[in-house]
């Protein structure tokens, strides 16, 4: 039996009469357990670029249209340092008084500046981390590193520095929400059901598939969405798999309609979740079979993911990819799963048969996961679709996406 997660009891404003999410509270819980991660390994500082990574360990933001524009060394044992973009740095250790140490970052945009301009830059990214390194007399201790290119770690490595993978590390951190980051992707949630609410409300033959991305995203930004709602529309003979939508097709009679919001933000926490919608009519039996066969599948796996189990126990419930008529399961991987979401779309655990039986991973309370899979009808009708986003609790996985799942959303005029 699937169970559905609270409702958040307030809005997004801020009040001083009710506990909110509560940002401060959200910041220090989160460097707290990236300290406790590194202290684990024994690393006592990480070097780490990246929106997930950057703003997990500061609570910050800062450009992200090309990479490693702005990074952070953080520190076990002392504050951390943020090394900020052009623009930013004047701006930002005003809007941030809780980062004390700030300095200027190098980067060469994706090295368009060429090869020898790109390792000459790297090494006075490298040569500022040294300093602040030594400042503190960890010249000679390991330093993860997560979310550079091969220029950083070249660099890096070249003044001495003793590297270790931080990728693995930073995934670990964010792996285990707090209440108030849970209540962040329960606040997402209910931000992209008003763009599904709006696009079942809307959606009738004729329309193009765009004109029903533009409503769920007009709907998401109203709703509160930090950014962009990224609706995925898909229809008729072209629903599945995960290729290409919002092309601009006419929605017709009879087609199925499978929508994703994918990647809109709530204080950086992101949506992942999809519906599966039909136009103009009421599904037949064979549609209605088909979806019934996908939501026990969702069920099944959702009720196995509990505290102690592992993601083996979980992913033995999806279908082998041989019976869709697929040589390996690489060919259903982002299809057939369920993945860890937060700060990123993918965090652990993961879920599926491509790894997961021969290499399991235990679940604990507070992670948070989105288990998707699909159903398949005959050829050029396209297929059904659905995708649920859970926490886990102390008594098992939890639902808290609330729009309605139980079977395909057909027009409003005649749902019941």
């Known amino acids: 039996m699937i169970n559905l997660g609270s409702k958040l009891t307030f809005g997004q404003g801020a009040a001083d009469w009710q506990d909110r999410i509560n940002v401060t509270r959200m910041r220090e819980v989160r460097m707290e357990r990236a300290r406790q991660v590194l202290r684990k390994h024994d690393v006592p500082a990480i070097l780490a670029s990246g929106s997930p990574n950057t703003r997990y360990l500061t ?3 800062g450009p992200e249209f090309e990479r490693q524009l ?17 623009g930013w740095l004047n701006q930002m250790p005003h809007d941030a008084p809780w980062i004390k140490n700030w300095r200027g970052a190098h980067a060469w945009l994706g090295s368009t500046c060429g090869v020898e301009a790109s390792r000459a830059e790297a090494k006075l990214l490298a040569a500022g981390v040294f300093e602040e390194l030594q400042k503190r007399g960890m010249a000679n201790e390991k330093l993860a590193v997560a979310g550079f290119d091969h220029f950083t770690s070249e660099a890096l490595k070249e003044s001495g520095l003793a590297l270790v993978n931080g990728s693995l590390l930073t995934l670990e951190m964010r792996a285990v929400k707090s209440q108030d980051e849970t209540n962040c992707l329960k606040a997402v949630a209910a931000i992209v059901e008003a763009g599904y609410y709006k696009v079942w409300e809307a959606i009738r033959p004729g329309m193009p598939d765009t004109d029903l991305r533009l409503i769920a995203t007009q709907a998401c930004y109203q709703a509160g969405i930090h950014f962009s709602a990224s609706p995925g529309i ?15 097709r006419l929605i017709q009679t009879g087609d199925l309609v499978v929508m994703s919001i994918c990647g809109a933000k709530y204080m950086g926490y992101t949506s992942c979740t999809y519906r599966t919608l039909i136009a103009g009519r009421k599904p037949n039996q064979e549609e209605k079979d088909a979806y019934q066969r996908l939501l026990e599948r969702i069920n099944t796996v959702i009720d196995a993911i509990r505290p102690g189990s592992t993601t083996a126990d979980a992913a033995r419930h999806f279908p082998l990819a041989t019976s869709w008529g697929h040589q390996n399961e690489a060919q259903v991987l982002t299809i057939d799963i369920g993945h860890g979401i937060g700060l990123s779309t993918y965090e652990l655990p993961i879920i ?4 997961s039986l ?10 948070t996961i989105a288990v998707e899979s699909m159903e398949q009808l005959k050829s050029g009708v396209g ?13 098992g996985a939890e639902v808290i996406d609330h729009m309605p799942r139980e079977k395909i959303m057909e027009p409003m005029m005649i749902w019941g």
């Not at 520190?75 to 973009?85: C, K």
């Not at 898909?234 to 601009?248: A, F, Q």
């Not at 021969?358 to 992670?367: L, N, R, S």
């Not at 297929?383 to 008594?395: K, Q, S």
């Open 70 to 86: 702005w990074y952070v060394l953080f520190f076990v044992e002392h504050d951390p340092v943020v090394f900020a973009a052009a």
């Open 59 to 61: 609570g910050l933001i």
């Open 383 to 395: 297929g059904v679709r659905l995708e649920n986003m859970v926490v886990v609790t102390e008594n």
């Open 352 to 355: 599926n048969r491509q790894w």
């Open 358 to 367: 021969d290499h399991p991973q235990v679940f604990e309370p507070g992670m």
């Open 234 to 248: 898909r229809s008729g003979p072209v629903s599945l798999y995960r290729g290409y939508g919002n092309t601009g």
